[in-house]
């Protein structure tokens, strides 16, 4: 029995462990795509060719070394994502570009497939088998014109919501572009004074301590109401009555006379001693000298 | 001719070790910086001023300000130092939840869990970081920056440091040193706000004595405590997660010697890192300047600010109490955290006008619920300005 709880446990952690690194793959989405590339962005090579950007919307580091890119719902592991390079460790919501340009040797980021000739995109986890994200391709895509998410990692996967031709492509970048207001910008240009800041925060601070204080408040009458109880049914309604007047001031007073009186017993004046005619022999040693020993630590009086 | 050569090898290499030395790189900055890093030892173990804070922050003042040639690899700004290396739980934020580790492990929440009102004076003294927010603002610190100099107010060094790991880095420095500073300042600062904004007979209520908490109540709180903050604020999870952990192992009665090592060894290890590196970060060319001087002013007026909200608010709510249960407003300073000290001067105060009203117990109430407000208070500044 002992042994099948083990065995039981172990597969237990083995699963967990697996659909971990699964989720965190999953966090990974296809968010761009050009299909027809004739005077936008180069490749490394100087080539023109489409492209399908991936991004990371997860807040740590994915690798997708091992996933899989295809354009083939019956050969899912058409493309492999070379392992060993470090550049499949996609950064938090970082994006990765692959070029679809069937040149698979020209490096892990050529893929071996082109996107003219396909019907829609997959991709697909280091299990060959789970499908992460997948999109249909859009045929109605003028040359240089790419479709993507309107916001980074967000969108069905049909591409029905969420999804947009956009104004201009933005490879390996964000898509709703950079000009987008920080925190801090927003707050500055609307709050000026801080006065919202202000009302917000401390509202927020107030209600947390005052559901805080509410529960307590709660739990502080129940707690009050069980210990009369208790007294109730030991030693009857006038004691009880009375016992709810003694304060925690008194229990201290109470514990520190006790801890006084064990203390006082523990200090006694007698020692338990030992007669004996033996000889009792200290050797001296440097090691346990006290004259070599460091001095007490100084402490302020 | 030989001799002659040799000489001016030996001239040139001493000459060549002078431009190493910190006499031929000091500046007055850093002759400045190390005076107030001798002030801060100075104000510790003569006046025992916070000495287990201003002793470390003050040596790692000096430590910071000896004058370096740099590439020497031994700056903590410089990639790969020691000093870098330990500085990374500053400018990584993970030395302060450490920290609060420590705090919650040593915390008793009896007094809040016995009188749970006391909770609102907590969160009422965060309006200290709020009012330095705007005050910053108007200085023409960016709202990140603000947020990030209106923590002084929280009157928690972890806590503001921590935060101004992430919305101000450049800033930390100087907030760290400041908001430690008026932490040990606390019994010159807030006396005279208390006196003024008290009259006589408010100062002699004498509080009903705190019901006895049972173990059962100590041990819900931390999980209740955190539950109900981290769902509202969960960006203050770090702070939040830990303290109330820590409080957890040392209400827990099974956890015993984890309780000890975090309230003892651990803490006392964080707090010697911490204390050091942030002094060290002070340095010279990056402390000394006309935004350190606004952050030093603005943190007193936020010690100020949240010292008077904090007395002004138990007045507001005494007007709302029956005789009998009215709270005394010299505990109300004690919501600025700053613990214990805060509490202390509630209690100092209150015997200063009736030797038989010791306030301490009932001051560490709103002492520990300002823990609670200022780590949620972070939390929503981190939130919304990062």
């Known amino acids: 029995m002992k042994r099948i709880l083990q065995i039981f446990l172990f597969s237990g952690l083995m699963l967990a462990g697996l659909s971990l690194n699964a989720q965190s793959q999953s966090d990974m989405c296809i968010n761009e795509y050009l299909v027809i590339n004739t005077s936008d962005f180069e490749d490394d090579y100087g080539q023109h060719n489409g492209w399908i950007e991936l991004f990371n919307s997860s807040y740590g580091t994915v690798n997708i070394a091992g996933c899989y890119l295809t354009n083939d719902p019956g050969n899912l592991t058409k493309y492999i994502i070379p392992k060993g390079d470090v550049l499949t460790k996609i950064k938090p919501r970082q994006h990765i570009l692959f070029w679809a340009d069937n040149q698979p040797f020209r490096g892990t980021f050529h893929i071996n497939f082109k996107l003219e000739d396909s019907e829609e995109i997959l991709f697909v986890a280091s299990d060959g088998r789970t499908i992460i994200d997948r999109i249909q391709i859009r045929r109605d895509l003028d040359s240089n014109v790419s479709f993507g998410r309107f916001n980074d990692g967000i969108g069905t996967r049909d591409g029905s919501e969420g999804w947009q031709i956009m104004s201009r492509t933005s490879p390996s970048t964000n898509n709703t572009g950079s000009d987008v207001e920080s925190a801090s910008t927003v707050f500055q240009r609307i709050d000026p004074f801080g006065a919202i800041m202000a009302f917000t925060a401390m509202s927020v601070v107030f209600i947390a301590l005052i559901l805080l204080y509410v529960v307590f408040k709660q739990i502080g009458r129940y707690n009050i109401y069980k210990n009369r109880q208790r007294t109730e049914q030991v030693h009857g309604k006038d004691v009880a009555a009375k016992e709810e007047d003694v304060s925690a001031e008194i229990f201290a007073a109470i514990s520190a006379a006790m801890h006084l009186h064990n203390m006082d017993s523990e200090s006694h004046d007698i020692e338990n001693t030992i007669l004996t005619i033996a000889r009792v022999t200290k050797n001296y040693s440097p090691w346990s000298s006290k004259i070599y020993t460091l001095r007490e630590t100084p402490s302020k009086k | ?386």
């Open chain 2, 1 to 386: 001719m030989e001799n002659k050569g040799l000489f001016s090898l030996l001239v040139d290499n001493l000459t060549q070790f002078l431009q190493y030395t910190g006499f031929a790189n000091a500046t007055w900055g850093h002759i400045l910086m190390i005076a107030i890093g001798l002030l801060f030892i100075y104000l510790a173990i003569k006046k025992d001023w916070e000495p287990l804070l201003l002793v470390p922050i003050g040596f790692g003042i000096i430590i910071g300000n000896i004058p370096l040639f740099p590439g020497l690899s031994v700056g903590v700004y410089e990639e790969g130092s020691v000093l870098n290396i330990l500085y990374q739980g500053v400018q990584q934020g993970w030395y302060p939840p450490l920290i609060f580790l420590g705090i919650g492990a040593m915390t008793d929440f009896s007094a809040l869990i016995s009188n749970p009102k006391l909770l609102l004076i907590g969160a009422a003294a965060q309006f200290g970081i709020f009012g330095a927010y705007a005050i910053a603002l108007l200085l023409g610190f960016s709202p990140a920056e603000a947020g990030a100099i209106g923590i002084i107010g929280g009157a928690d060094g972890p806590t503001a440091i921590f935060l101004s790991s992430r919305l101000a880095p450049d800033l930390m420095g100087a907030i760290a040193v400041s908001a430690y500073s008026y932490m040990a300042l606390v019994p010159v600062i807030q006396p005279p706000i208390m006196r003024l904004l008290t009259n006589r007979k408010e100062r002699l209520i004498k509080m009903k004595p705190p019901r006895a908490v049972s173990q059962t109540e100590k041990k819900l709180f931390p999980i209740i405590g955190f539950l109900m903050t981290a769902f509202i604020v969960p960006s203050g999870l770090p702070l939040l997660g830990m303290l109330f952990f820590g409080n957890l192992l040392k209400e827990s009665g099974v956890t015993r010697r984890l309780a000890e090592t975090a309230r003892g060894p651990l803490i006392d290890v964080i707090t010697i890192l911490i204390g050091v590196t942030v002094g060290c970060s002070t340095q010279a060319d990056k402390f000394l300047q006309l935004k350190s001087v606004y952050i030093f002013g603005i943190g007193a007026l936020s010690f100020v600010i949240a010292t008077a909200t904090g007395v002004l608010f138990v007045k507001l709510i005494n007007t709302m109490l029956k005789e009998g249960s009215k709270i005394n407003p010299l505990i109300g300073n004690a919501g600025v955290s700053a613990v214990p000290d805060s509490a202390r001067v509630s209690n100092n105060v209150g015997l200063e006008y009736d030797k038989s009203n010791y306030l301490l117990m009932h001051a560490m109430g709103p002492n520990v619920a300002g823990v609670i407000g200022s780590a949620v208070a972070a939390g929503i500044l981190l939130g919304f300005l990062s």
